[in-house]
Each structure stands twice: as structure tokens, then as C-alpha cells.
């Protein structure tokens, strides 16, 4: 039940848990390399036909993994099975292609690090990768997060091609606010530099209600999409927002939390997409966010359900 309703392509599943036998020899366990490296996925149970995968962290110590499989065809209404190998020797190289575990239409991915440290890297091929103004390492929902203090500290990724979309998107990630919002608060936000309307190309908020809210430059108008869920303070919460030129949705927590209909291509510009702030140095967010992505499509709403229920 954890696939909602139709089967999804291409689906980054995350897998993740502590696992003595995945330590390694050194630590009692069955993989070889310290690094991992012998820890593979494949599609058949022969371990020949290797799937996309990221590992986002490893310990050879304890066994714990996280790491991001990208099935290509996961169905709704019956197991799909994927097999891991480890305990191969012969295996002393990285076979992993985290690039390729995230399709065409991831344009960024950040996992903010492994817990430890905290790295503001894009997983995808397109290498958006941020630059820290103050952020601090938390603990994410899953492994490690960026925290930001509310009022100075954003993470900034420089404008690309792949980062300026105009008719379809999709902008998600997991937050945790430090505390009740009453401001608008950006998650993620490609905003114009001058202070006026129609203020933002695409941004992900919270907006002073305490509720997810999505803004997009359709036609030069703000064009914005308030949810009704509130945004509670000290819990974690999966925030998405989508737009396929013809309806804004925004989802909480795997649901969608409102609608409405709407066309129109949305503006662009070259300016960068801000974390945690937009480009007036205002409207800071206080808290931790996890998992931050931009897709150059609209997810479906089975999609982000399935997300919410495997990230969860």
C-alpha cells in the first residue's frame, strides 16, 4: 500500500536502516570495502542487471545505509522486488551512478550531507550546487539537514539553464520550523532582485498564516496558491508544490492541501535560487530543511503520496 494508485517510472526509492551484516569483515559483518563499494543493486537475482543508485551514507561500523535506488518501474498493486549483493572481494571501485539515479527531470537534489558534515552538493548531473551564507548542520529527517537561524542565514545555488523553468514544476522538500511562522518564510525561492511584483519567477514559502503557500510569475502577476494545513512549529513536515500550465497545486504530508486552475507559462530570469531566503536578503526561514528538490515537471500527486510514504 505504500505505492498510491498507479505504478510510478523511474522512482528514486530511498532505503535506509542500520544492518549488522551490511558492517564490514573488519566489524563483523559481510562487505568487504570499508566504502562500501561491494554494496550493489540489480533488477534480477543473478546481481547482473545493475540499477541506479546513490549511496548518501555509509558505516562500515555498524551497517547503517541510506542509500536512493531508482527502480524503473514500481508497481502499486503487487511487490516489487530488487535484490542488494555484498560480500564480493573482487569489487574495489564505486558502482554506484548517482547522477543517473535521479532522471531528466530532477534539475537539483540536495541531501545536505550524511549528519557529520553538512554538503550542499545537487546529486543530479546538472551539479546546481550551493554555496553556504551561514547555514548550520542538523539532523534532517533523513540523515543530515541545513539549519537556518531566521534571519541572516540562506544557502545560494547560481543560476543555470536547467534551474530557469517556464512551464512545468515541482518544488518539495522536508522542513521543520523552529518556530510558529508569522512571516512569509522561503523554502526555496527564485525571486526577482527588485522589490515589487510580481516578486517571485517560483518560490516555495510559508506564508504569515502559518500555511504552505506557492508563488509563480505567470503573465508578470504574482500568482499564488495558499494550502490550509498549518505548518507546525518543532515537527517535520513534506511540503510540495506543483505546476503543470494549467492547475497550481500544493500538498502537505503526501495530500494535496488545495487547488486551483490556472495557465500560463511563468517568467525567468537569472538570478539565483535561494535556500532558506529570496533575493532581497528577506524573508528568512527559521528552522531546518531536508531534502530540497526543483523538477521540471509536475509530479503527480501518486507520486508525492509514494514519496511521503517511503521518505516517512
Known amino acids: 500500500d505504500l505505492v498510491a494508485n498507479s505504478d510510478q517510472a523511474n522512482f528514486p526509492v530511498l532505503i535506509s536502516g542500520t544492518y549488522s551484516y551490511l558492517a ?8 568487504q570495502s570499508s566504502s562500501g563499494y561491494d554494496l550493489i543493486f540489480t533488477s534480477d537475482a543473478a546481481g547482473q542487471n545493475l540499477l541506479n543508485w546513490e ?13 536512493w535506488v531508482q ?8 511487490d516489487t522486488v530488487i535484490y542488494m549483493f555484498y560480500g564480493n572481494s573482487a569489487i574495489t571501485s564505486d558502482q554506484s551512478n548517482p ?9 537539483a537534489v540536495y541531501h545536505f550531507g550524511n549528519g557529520s558534515s553538512l554538503s550542499l552538493n545537487d546529486s543530479t548531473s546538472n551539479k546546481n550546487n550551493g554555496t553556504n551564507n551561514g547555514a548550520g548542520l542538523a539532523t534532517g529527517e533523513i540523515g543530515g539537514a541545513a539549519s537556518f537561524n531566521g534571519s541572516t542565514q540562506y544557502v545560494s545555488v ?14 518539495s522538500a522536508w522542513v521543520n ?9 522561503e523554502i526555496l525561492d527564485k525571486s526577482y532582485v527588485s522589490y515589487g511584483a510580481p516578486w517571485h519567477m517560483y518560490a516555495l514559502q510559508v506564508n504569515p498564516s502559518a500555511k504552505l503557500r506557492m508563488s509563480l510569475d505567470i503573465g508578470g502577476a504574482e500568482t499564488t496558491l495558499a494550502g490550509n494545513t498549518t505548518i507546525a512549529a518543532n515537527t517535520w513536515s513534506y511540503v510540495t508544490m506543483t505546476y503543470d500550465g494549467s492547475n497550481m497545486r500544493v500538498y502537505v504530508n503526501g495530500k494535496q492541501d488545495n487547488a486551483a486552475v490556472q495557465t500560463g507559462s511563468f517568467g525567468s530570469d537569472t538570478v539565483p535560487l535561494n535556500i532558506g531566503r529570496n533575493n532581497n ?3 528568512y526561514f527559521p528552522g531546518v530543511i531536508d531534502e530540497a528538490r526543483v523538477s521540471s515537471v509536475a509530479r503527480s500527486a501518486d507520486w508525492i503520496t509514494t514519496e511521503y510514504n517511503n521518505q516517512s
Open 24 to 31: 564490514s569483515v573488519a566489524n563483523g559483518g559481510k562487505v
Open 55 to 67: 549511496v548518501e551514507s555509509y558505516d562500515p561500523t555498524s551497517g547503517a545505509l541510506r542509500a
Open 71 to 78: 527502480v524503473p518501474s514500481l508497481s502499486h498493486s503487487s
Open 99 to 107: 547522477a543517473g539515479t535521479w532522471d531528466g527531470n530532477y534539475d
Open 158 to 171: 547560481p543560476d543555470a539553464s536547467s534551474l530557469d523553468l517556464t512551464s512545468a514544476i515541482t518544488l
Open 177 to 185: 520550523p523552529s518556530q510558529t511562522i508569522s512571516s512569509y518564510a
Open 281 to 283: 536578503a528577506q524573508e
